[in-house]
């Protein structure tokens, strides 16, 4: 079973990253950029039959190793 794990830093949670890509898509020429939050992606093969069980177990290990839960939401995705 596949799964994706996208995590993205909270609102109000500074992006150094995403101002620095802001300014380099304004650099290349690309308009009406407004702003740019950057995140991760995590695309995971689990070996899994249940899909609730497989996403219990991504959100474990969100919660403990792949996102920063202060400053950071994630989100589960099965994709069966």
Do not use: C, H
């Not at 794990?5 to 802001?22: F, H, R």
């Amino acid at each position: 079973m596949k799964a994706r794990v996208t995590v993205t830093l909270k609102p109000g949670v500074l992006d150094p990253q995403g101002k620095a890509i802001e300014g380099a898509l304004k650099s290349l020429g690309v308009t009406g950029v407004a702003s740019v939050r950057q995140g991760k992606v995590f695309d995971i093969e689990i070996d899994s039959v249940d899909a609730a069980r497989a996403e219990a177990a991504l959100k474990a290990a969100a919660d403990k190793l792949l996102a920063n839960v202060i400053i950071e939401n994630y989100q589960v995705e099965v994709l069966r």
